[in-house]
């Protein structure tokens, strides 16, 4: 059984360009959530897509922007990179509401994006 | 607002000696509470988790926790720690409404001595 895999690893860009970054949850999971990292810190939520639609998001500009498929599979788009943008960029996926129903994210290895 | 506070950034400890990890929150109600641990250039694997019942947690790889709601803590504790234990260790906080979001600590990070 796959888990939540991303791509790619590693991403070089510049300031001012655009990236996308892909997710494929954990088979059997319907709802991804997308979480960065910055170095020495804890993950952030971004936002977290559920049926295709974006459920819930966090402090983060419109430049960060998502969607999800209808396999569940997911893409984080980020325009205009700013130098802070570099980070760990991490997908978790769960199935449903987490809480409610007491069940688990499950996080991916994560993409490294720099931003030079 | 909710949030959580991991005070030791660094923790070194001898193999086989125990570890205690420390993790405080801010939240009125109960959270829910999160142990998470990630291996340089892996993502975070959960370790334990808190929704209800028992206070005292069980987790994998010999982990435990325990929530004191007087304390606002949810330390994590191992009485036996092996050199593939040093990582960093995240501890997270999660709320039912309205939020699916997990808000995490900024970690701390365990070095383990031969």
């Known amino acids: 059984d796959a888990g939540v895999t991303q791509s790619p690893t590693h991403l070089i860009k510049t300031r001012g360009q655009q990236v996308t970054l892909r997710c494929s949850p954990k088979?059997?999971?319907?709802?991804v959530s997308w979480y960065q990292q910055a170095l020495g810190q804890g993950p952030q939520f971004i936002f977290q897509y559920y049926e295709e639609e974006e459920r819930q998001r966090g402090n983060f500009p419109d430049r960060f922007s998502g969607h999800q498929f209808p396999n569940y599979s997911s893409e984080l788009n980020v325009n205009a990179l700013l130098l802070g943008d570099s980070a760990l960029y991490l997908c978790?996926?769960?199935?449903?509401?987490?809480?409610?129903?007491?069940?688990?994210?499950?996080f991916g290895p994560g993409t490294r994006l720099l931003v030079l | 607002a909710q949030s959580v506070t991991q005070p030791d950034i660094h923790i070194t400890v001898s193999e086989g000696a125990s570890l205690e990890l420390r993790c405080n929150y801010s939240?009125?109600?109960?959270?829910?509470l999160f142990w998470y641990v990630q291996s340089p250039g892996q993502g975070l694997q959960l370790l334990l988790k808190?929704?209800?019942?028992?206070?005292l947690v069980q987790g994998i790889k010999g982990f435990e926790a325990e929530f004191k709601r007087s304390q606002s803590s949810f330390n994590l504790r191992k009485p036996s720690v092996h050199w593939s234990d040093a990582a960093e260790y995240f501890c997270a906080v999660g709320r039912l409404d309205s939020s699916y979001k997990l808000i995490f600590g900024s970690g701390t990070r365990l070095l383990v001595r031969p």
């Open positions: 088979s059997g999971h319907d709802t």
């Open positions: 808190y929704f209800s019942g028992d206070t």
């Open positions: 978790a996926s769960s199935l449903g509401q987490i809480f409610l129903y007491q069940e688990t994210q499950y």
């Open positions: 939240y009125g109600a109960t959270p829910y």
